[in-house]
């Protein structure tokens, strides 16, 4: 694979390789995502989609650091009214992203967290 796509391919092994050993001794986590997107506002797109996966890694005290890489696809679109028409081509981009958390209430089962970072 070329381009965008054959680089999320390698980011996501390279992050589904790394979290398992980190789980495996308690430092951290990794996961994946994948989730449909409702567009307005971006030309005649409507729908797209968002995948990507990331990890988190403790640093003590409740608060963990992380990392994200997500490949967004905006499908093609065409519209047709009385008066116009117009037509958005697909679109394709990787985003990557970096932030911190404060988890606080931790217990087996839930884990409430702040966050924030950079896109």
Request: glycine residues 18%; proline residues 4%; hydrophobic residues 40%.
């Amino acid at each position: 694979m070329k381009g965008p796509l054959g680089l999320a391919t390698l980011a996501l092994f390279v992050l589904f390789s790394a979290p398992a050993a980190a789980l495996a001794e308690g430092q951290g986590f990794g996961y994946a995502f994948t989730s449909p997107m409702s567009l307005a506002g971006i030309g005649a797109r409507s729908f797209g989609w968002n995948t990507g996966g990331g990890g988190e890694w403790w640093t003590g005290g409740g608060t963990s650091v992380g990392g994200e890489i997500g490949f967004v696809n905006l499908f093609q679109s065409e519209r047709h009214t009385a008066c116009c028409a117009s037509y958005s081509p697909s679109y394709d981009a990787m985003l990557f992203s970096v932030n911190g958390a404060q988890h606080v209430g931790r217990t087996e089962n839930w884990s409430p967290f702040a966050t924030g970072g950079f896109r």
